[in-house]
């Protein structure tokens, strides 16, 4: 089923496509299949069913942005599938809709398979239409039928095929039903053992002259390698970014024949002279795609209950209302928070336990063979017990935090999120999607980044790129909790404590999404300069999740994923963080060294030099920020861990803390440079050092300004 998988992102404010456009076969049999359709009508669903691949889907619009491939074995042939990414129209205004016409245009595709919603087939004949203009070696994909039945939607599939002049295959992805008939279509058409007759769109008389006028010249001038009645439209349309890829396919220039210059100009000539100018021939297009769609539903399909989304919209009232919708987002943040919290303190515990019962077995190994101090130091204290941190603090969070989140998103709840956020965003002239990879950061900020890919603009993607730092992941969670159990719920006491210490973990995220909104903002006014694009948000329907599908694409696509790339970038710094407490110059360590130098500093942010190398030292992984500092006051070779808060709250406080102290450490955990797995994926996504850089040091500097705004502040009014 499926053996490979290829994906290219998309570049940051650049003019890279996401997709390499022509895809080579492995062999010269292989048939390309390009899988299209709207956004959230499961087309991703229908390409993992197929190959079986880990490719990520999710019940909100836009979710692929890159063009993912798989192989898939039907009778005696191999299919390469690419499911290109969800968009509504072929008409090239947005980076997913270029890519995707492209592809079907120019990638030769053996066949285009289009997946449609059964619950609403109209809106998505628009782009079954569109995409018949250009080829027609198509089959189409009615799926979802299952919701179509629960809401009494009933299609007449013979008739729709018969009206679009192709195949037209009923299917329920998530439960494989109808996928075989598919692929036989699929086969057919990629064969040419079916003839197509697809339905020709006629348009207003004087677009079909104009037409008509200049698509001899284009026959002659393609030589069939493309529909050229399509391209004949797309020139009236003056489609400047078509034709630059259209000329790399052809391979010369088409606008420098001038025998098509002077017959497209006297086309244009005569649309402007009967009314129909540039600007309106796009209008005049889509209207009577629309109109078509309109007349093809109204003959294939009829409806039962007319008010079959009724329940949907009873909850989306309360859901998405003014006075509920952020209440209800907020509680079900806390009670994610909690669950993953909670749950992960056992499953932590016993791989800490496991990972030191190895660490033993590896120090009795290293006494017997001999080896000397230094390089058991290395292995064991440094490079080893840092990546056993990472593993038992990092995976138990991330292996619950994730299949929560990715629940919530099958659920349809997630799109929901981003409509109750949006015009928060839009204030900051930021985009509405980028409250969805906020939300995607509080399990892995790298993660977060990745789902950036999810925002067309490049300047409003990179700019939640470099924002998503604010919002605290899991690996900050611990520190936050416990700094925040011990000096502002332990101040209360009692029955109060629990509560305090929740509210002030609260009180963090409420800060980190006002830090996103406000950085946004700036960003958007200064050096990423621009107003925030327009933002059409589909609410999905709610449906039923496929749990065990949601925890097995969870753990494999994000948790193993994320915790890869940590444990890579962990393993140097353990090795560094050993060599730092274990080299001395005179009577102190490196370490030490370094926190004297930076104490000056770091006093004037309500801290000290410890803390401050802690959160250097921590640049790998967050959750190693507290075992440094308590190696750091110990004066311990390598890094420990207290058993007891009260423990570790007597520490500090033996070093100096205050409950001031205790309020910056969180605040700076909160905004300081994102960790190291998080920076390589800046890198990777936005393929820039230069805004690599500027995501290390934007959130580092908003970090120091408010520390010294809060301790200084609170030093004059003599609070402390």
Same mark, same amino acid.
């Given at each position: 089923?499926?053996?490979?998988? @290829?994906?290219?992102?998309?570049?940051?404010?650049?003019?890279?496509?996401?997709?390499?456009?022509?895809?080579?076969?492995?062999?010269?049999?292989?048939?390309?299949?390009?899988?299209?359709?709207?956004?959230?009508?499961?087309?991703?669903?229908?390409?993992?069913?197929?190959?079986?691949?880990?490719?990520?889907?999710?019940?909100?619009?836009?979710?692929?942005?890159?063009?993912?491939?798989?192989?898939?074995?039907?009778?005696?042939?191999?299919?390469?599938?690419?499911?290109?990414?969800?968009?509504?129209?072929?008409?090239?205004?947005?980076?997913?809709?270029?890519?995707?016409?492209?592809?079907?245009?120019?990638?030769?595709?053996?066949?285009?398979?289009?997946?449609?919603?059964?619950?609403?087939?109209?809106?998505?004949?628009?782009?079954?239409?569109?995409?018949?203009?250009?080829?027609?070696?198509?089959?189409?994909?009615?799926?979802?039928?299952?919701?179509?039945?629960?809401?009494?939607?009933?299609?007449?599939?013979?008739?729709?095929?018969?009206?679009?002049?192709?195949?037209?295959?009923?299917?329920?992805?998530?439960?494989?039903?109808?996928?075989?008939?598919?692929?036989?279509?699929?086969?057919?058409?990629?064969?040419?053992?079916?003839?197509?007759?697809?339905?020709?769109?006629?348009?207003?008389?004087?677009?079909?002259?104009?037409?008509?006028?200049? @698509?001899?010249?284009?026959?002659?001038?393609?030589?069939?390698?493309?529909?050229?009645?399509?391209?004949?439209?797309?020139?009236?349309?003056?489609?400047?970014?078509?034709?630059?890829?259209?000329?790399?396919?052809?391979?010369?220039?088409?606008?420098?024949?001038?025998?098509?210059?002077? *017959?497209?100009?006297?086309?244009?000539?005569?649309?402007?002279?009967?009314?129909?100018?540039?600007?309106?021939?796009?209008?005049?297009?889509?209207?009577?795609?629309?109109?078509?769609?309109?007349?093809?539903?109204?003959?294939?399909?009829?409806?039962?209950?007319? @008010?079959?989304?009724?329940?949907?919209?009873?909850?989306?009232?309360?859901?998405?209302?003014?006075?509920?919708?952020?209440?209800?987002?907020?509680?079900?943040?806390?009670?994610?928070?909690?669950?993953?919290?909670?749950?992960?303190?056992?499953?932590?515990?016993?791989?800490?336990?496991?990972?030191?019962?190895?660490?033993?077995?590896?120090?009795?190994?290293?006494?017997?063979?001999?080896?000397?101090?230094?390089?058991?130091?290395?292995?064991?204290?440094?490079?080893?017990?840092?990546?056993?941190?990472?593993?038992?603090?990092?995976?138990?969070?991330?292996?619950?935090?994730?299949?929560?989140?990715?629940?919530?998103?099958?659920?349809?709840?997630?799109?929901?999120?981003?409509?109750?956020?949006?015009?928060?965003?839009?204030?900051?002239?930021?985009?509405?999607?980028?409250?969805?990879?906020?939300?995607?950061?509080?399990?892995?900020?790298?993660?977060?980044?990745?789902?950036?890919?999810?925002?067309?603009?490049?300047?409003?993607?990179?700019?939640?790129?470099?924002?998503?730092?604010?919002?605290?992941?899991?690996?900050?969670?611990?520190?936050?909790?416990?700094?925040?159990?011990?000096?502002?719920?332990?101040?209360?006491?009692?029955?109060?404590?629990?509560?305090?210490?929740?509210?002030? *973990?609260?009180?963090?995220?409420?800060?980190?999404?006002?830090?996103?909104?406000?950085?946004?903002?700036?960003?958007?006014?200064?050096?990423?300069?621009?107003?925030?694009?327009?933002?059409?948000?589909?609410?999905?329907?709610?449906?039923?999740?496929?749990?065990?599908?949601?925890?097995?694409?969870?753990?494999?696509?994000?948790?193993?994923?994320?915790?890869?790339?940590?444990?890579?970038?962990?393993?140097?710094?353990?090795?560094?963080?050993?060599?730092?407490?274990?080299?001395?110059?005179?009577?102190?360590?490196?370490?030490?060294?370094?926190?004297?130098?930076?104490?000056?500093?770091?006093?004037?942010?309500?801290?000290?030099?410890?803390?401050?190398?802690?959160?250097?030292?921590?640049?790998?992984?967050?959750?190693?920020?507290?075992?440094?500092?308590?190696?750091?006051?110990?004066?311990?070779?390598?890094?420990?861990?207290?058993?007891?808060?009260?423990?570790?709250?007597?520490?500090?406080?033996?070093?100096?803390?205050?409950?001031?102290?205790?309020?910056?450490?969180?605040?700076?955990?909160?905004?300081?440079?994102?960790?190291?797995?998080?920076?390589?994926?800046?890198?990777?996504?936005?393929?820039?050092?230069?805004?690599? *850089?500027?995501?290390?040091?934007?959130?580092?500097?908003?970090?120091?300004?408010?520390?010294?705004?809060?301790?200084?502040?609170?030093?004059?009014?003599?609070?402390?």
């Amino acid at each position: 089923m499926g053996l490979t998988s @290829q994906s290219t992102g998309t570049g940051i404010l650049t003019d890279v496509l996401a997709s390499e456009i022509y895809i080579s076969r492995t062999h010269p049999d292989d048939k390309v299949i390009a899988l299209a359709g709207n956004p959230n009508v499961g087309k991703s669903t229908v390409f993992n069913s197929l190959t079986g691949l880990n490719q990520h889907t999710g019940n909100w619009p836009g979710k692929t942005v890159t063009n993912a491939q798989g192989k898939y074995r039907h009778k005696d042939k191999n299919f390469i599938m690419v499911d290109i990414p969800g968009t509504y129209s072929l008409m090239a205004n947005s980076a997913e809709e270029e890519i995707a016409r492209d592809f079907v245009c120019f990638g030769m595709p053996d066949a285009t398979v289009v997946v449609a919603d059964a619950t609403c087939l109209e809106r998505n004949l628009n782009l079954i239409l569109q995409t018949l203009e250009i080829t027609d070696r198509v089959v189409v994909c009615v799926n979802l039928i299952d919701e179509a039945k629960r809401k009494k939607i009933h299609i007449k599939y013979d008739r729709l095929s018969k009206l679009l002049g192709v195949p037209v295959i009923p299917t329920n992805a998530r439960s494989n039903k109808g996928l075989d008939e598919l692929m036989d279509a699929v086969y057919d058409v990629a064969n040419r053992r079916m003839a197509t007759n697809p339905i020709q769109i006629t348009y207003d008389a004087v677009i079909e002259e104009a037409v008509s006028m200049i @698509q001899p010249k284009i026959w002659e001038l393609v030589d069939g390698k493309i529909n050229n009645r399509w391209v004949a439209f797309k020139l009236l349309d003056g489609d400047t970014t078509l034709l630059k890829t259209l000329d790399e396919y052809l391979g010369f220039d088409l606008m420098e024949n001038s025998e098509l210059q002077e *017959l497209l100009a006297e086309a244009r000539k005569y649309m402007t002279e009967n009314g129909i100018g540039t600007d309106r021939l796009r209008d005049k297009i889509v209207s009577r795609l629309v109109g078509t769609a309109e007349e093809i539903s109204s003959e294939s399909v009829t409806f039962e209950n007319k @008010q079959y989304n009724r329940t949907d919209r009873n909850i989306d009232r309360i859901l998405t209302s003014r006075i509920f919708g952020i209440p209800i987002m907020l509680g079900m943040l806390a009670i994610i928070f909690w669950i993953t919290i909670a749950g992960a303190n056992v499953p932590s515990g016993l791989l800490s336990d496991m990972f030191f019962r190895i660490e033993a077995k590896l120090t009795e190994f290293f006494m017997w063979a001999g080896s000397p101090d230094w390089l058991h130091g290395i292995l064991v204290l440094g490079i080893y017990r840092t990546l056993a941190w990472v593993v038992s603090v990092m995976l138990p969070p991330m292996a619950i935090f994730f299949p929560l989140f990715t629940l919530l998103e099958d659920l349809g709840y997630l799109p929901r999120v981003a409509f109750n956020l949006d015009n928060f965003f839009k204030k900051a002239c930021a985009h509405g999607k980028q409250a969805l990879t906020m939300c995607m950061g509080f399990g892995c900020n790298a993660a977060g980044v990745i789902g950036c890919r999810i925002i067309d603009s490049p300047r409003e993607r990179l700019i939640a790129i470099i924002t998503n730092v604010f919002v605290p992941c899991n690996g900050r969670f611990p520190t936050l909790i416990a700094i925040g159990t011990i000096f502002i719920g332990g101040t209360f006491g009692g029955a109060f404590e629990s509560v305090a210490s929740t509210l002030a *973990l609260t009180g963090v995220v409420l800060i980190g999404i006002f830090m996103t909104l406000l950085v946004s903002r700036i960003l958007s006014k200064t050096i990423l300069k621009g107003l925030p694009s327009s933002f059409t948000l589909e609410l999905p329907p709610y449906r039923k999740p496929q749990v065990g599908r949601i925890i097995v694409r969870s753990i494999l696509d994000r948790t193993l994923f994320v915790l890869g790339r940590a444990v890579v970038i962990a393993a140097p710094a353990g090795l560094v963080i050993w060599l730092m407490a274990n080299i001395s110059i005179g009577d102190l360590s490196l370490l030490s060294h370094a926190a004297v130098f930076l104490d000056p500093f770091a006093r004037l942010l309500g801290m000290d030099g410890y803390i401050l190398m802690a959160f250097v030292l921590g640049l790998p992984a967050n959750e190693i920020v507290i075992p440094i500092l308590i190696m750091s006051y110990m004066a311990s070779g390598s890094m420990l861990e207290l058993e007891q808060l009260s423990d570790l709250k007597q520490l500090f406080v033996a070093n100096g803390w205050t409950w001031l102290t205790g309020v910056c450490v969180m605040l700076f955990s909160l905004m300081h440079f994102p960790c190291g797995t998080t920076l390589w994926t800046i890198r990777k996504e936005s393929r820039s050092w230069r805004w690599t *850089l500027a995501s290390f040091a934007i959130p580092t500097a908003a970090g120091i300004i408010v520390c010294f705004a809060v301790a200084n502040a609170a030093r004059l009014l003599g609070l402390v």
